[in-house]
T-cell receptor, first 112, second 116 residues
Framework: GNSVTQMEGPVTLSEEAFLTINCTYT??????LFWYVQYPGEGLQLLLK?????DKGSNKGFEATYRKETTSFHLEKGSVQVSDSAVYFC???????????FGTGTKLQVIP | AAGVIQSPRHLIKEKRETATLKCYPI?????VYWYQQGPGQDPQFLIS???????DKGSIPDRFSAQQFSDYHSELNMSSLELGDSALYFC???????????????FGPGTRLTVL
């Protein structure tokens, strides 16, 4: 079956530090890969996505590259801000009409 | 851009009561999904509908039922509520996947259900 493994948190960084949140997956076929973000007390927002190997998703300074050879989709940002503090979920979708499979989430806290 | 709408945003119920959660998908989206997120947990898939027909089923209790209507909105009905049903319930919508589009799911803000 499908599964997503992401690094455990919480991750605490100082403002302007470099961020990496690791994500690896197991899936049948060729999944689409996503990062969703959940700010405190809010719902899930799609942050970025990639639908095929070597695609790079990017949004709001965040990037992730679909690496089929290593089955990974690591999230990166060059300079985090306090406003980036949230829980980040790596997720995949394989096939039509299928459920999104989420990782366990990584809580990021950015301190001034 | 229009997003997924869920109502109510907050709901407080007593044990053994019933609750109905509503979801209005993004315009032109014909597929709806329901997820349950417990405290500190990742969202777990409950059920999905495409063109008013159930398309997939996850770990949804028998006490819960759902349907999709002709205007594509969906309702999740929960009966004999238990304390463990307290969670954030998300609805997501997408276009049915074709060769031209991906099946990206867009999530609503969630309904926070508290069972006392």
């Amino acid at each position: 079956g499908n599964s997503v493994t992401q690094m455990e948190g919480p991750v605490t960084l100082s403002e302007e530090a470099f961020l990496t949140i690791n994500c690896t997956y197991t899936a049948t076929g060729y999944p689409s890969l996503f990062w969703y973000v959940q700010y405190p007390g809010e719902g899930l927002q799609l942050l970025l996505k990639a639908t095929k190997a070597d695609d790079k998703g990017s949004n709001k300074g965040f990037e992730a590259t679909y690496r089929k050879e290593t089955t990974s989709f690591h999230l990166e940002k060059g300079s985090v801000q306090v406003s980036d503090s949230a829980v980040y979920f790596c997720a995949l979708l394989s096939g039509g009409y299928q459920k999104v499979t989420f990782g366990t989430g990584t809580k990021l806290q950015v301190i001034p | 851009a229009a997003g997924v709408i869920q109502s109510p945003r907050h709901l407080i119920k007593e044990k053994r009561e019933t609750a109905t959660l509503k979801c209005y998908p993004i315009p032109r989206h014909d597929t709806v999904y329901w997820y349950q997120q417990g405290p500190g947990q990742d969202p777990q898939f409950l059920i999905s509908f495409y063109e008013k027909m159930q398309s997939d089923k996850g770990s949804i209790p028998d006490r819960f039922s759902a349907q999709q209507f002709s205007d594509y909105h969906s309702e999740l009905n929960m009966s004999s509520l238990e304390l463990g049903d307290s969670a954030l319930y998300f609805c997501a919508s997408s276009l049915a996947p074709t060769s031209e589009n991906t099946d990206t799911q867009y999530f609503g803000p969630g309904t926070r259900l508290t069972v006392l």
